[in-house]
């Protein structure tokens, strides 16, 4: 059993979820909790409840869950429910859909039970006003995600899971609340399965974190998961994944990628393009936070 998240945050969220996964459980639900632990933490400005809001004011988030091609689910743009990663999940169990957003992933998740509340804390609507006070009035771009363990103003992120419980089987999901003051409308990388998440049960999965844009761009999650199945190790499917990127975007000393690449046996690695990144690990030896190798 082992359980991977992104950021330092990923390791409360590793707990909270472990007792679910140990020792009979479910990586479904494993990484599920995990989302909504990191959905609840109001001190976590990059994902759920309290993130920052977009260049209108307005909290949105996004979240995609994943057993197989089959199985998935997703949301993008909910700005009205605290725990999207439990309407992706709906999404997976109840539709014949892959992707809701807006307005009709609202009236699915009303139709479904779960319940609205206003996602702007006081403290982000603080933070939301004082940027609008400098009279830029843009959203920060490229994002300075960098390394966002220091948690610069405009830092934002995802929560990234991947967790493979007694039974082998393989789930992934992600949650986040976007890029800080983005344009109202903008969705990432983290609700479209094959860019940010992406599961094979038979070959492995893998999760992006950081500029969305730019994980988008070479379909990220997916690309790792077939550097697997042509027989790459997780670090250098992690790796193929970077270089591309930079092969083909320009980037900033600011941009920021990371993945967690893990196989069905267990076997896992991860890399970012910059340091910084750090990945949360826990399984029933250890409970820690590693820094994975970087490109740039």
């Known amino acids: 059993m082992l359980i991977l998240s992104?950021?330092?945050f990923g390791q409360r969220a590793n707990r909270a979820a472990w007792e679910t996964l140990?020792?009979?459980g479910s990586s479904l639900d494993a990484v599920e909790i995990a989302c909504r632990d990191a959905e609840s933490d109001l001190?976590?400005?990059t994902v759920g409840k309290g993130g920052r809001p977009d260049a209108s004011g307005q909290v949105s988030l996004d979240s995609s869950i994943m057993l197989s091609p089959a199985k998935r689910g997703a949301v993008a743009y909910v700005r009205r429910f605290e725990h999207p990663i439990s309407i992706a999940r709906a999404v997976m169990e109840r539709t014949a859909h892959v992707l809701l957003a807006g307005d009709g992933a609202e009236q699915f998740a009303l139709a479904q039970g779960f319940k609205a509340t206003d996602l702007l804390t006081d403290e982000a609507r603080g933070q939301w006003e004082e940027w609008r006070a400098t009279?830029?009035?843009?959203?920060?771009h490229p994002a300075p995600i960098r390394n966002i363990e220091e948690k610069p103003p405009g830092s934002h992120d995802t929560i990234g899971v991947l967790a493979l419980d007694s039974h082998g089987v393989l789930a992934g999901a992600c949650s986040t609340s976007g890029m800080a003051y983005k344009l109202p409308g903008r969705v990432g990388d983290s609700p479209i399965i094959g860019h940010a998440l992406y599961v094979d049960p038979r070959v492995g999965a893998a999760v992006a974190t950081g500029h969305g844009e730019l994980v988008m761009s070479v379909c990220g999650a997916f690309l790792a998961v077939e550097a697997l199945r042509r027989g790459a190790n997780p670090t250098d499917a992690a790796v193929e994944v970077l270089k591309r990127i930079q092969q083909t975007q320009p980037?900033?000393?600011?941009?920021?990628?990371?993945?967690?690449v893990l196989r069905p046996e267990g076997i896992w690695g991860a890399a970012s393009l910059r340091e910084g990144f750090k990945v949360a690990v826990k399984d029933s030896n250890r409970d820690e936070l590693m820094a994975p190798r970087h490109v740039l």
């Open 135 to 140: 009279g830029e009035m843009q959203p920060a």
């Open 6 to 8: 992104t950021w330092s």
């Open 251 to 260: 980037l900033t000393d600011n941009d920021q990628v990371g993945l967690i």
């Open 22 to 24: 140990s020792p009979d």
């Open 43 to 45: 001190s976590n400005h």
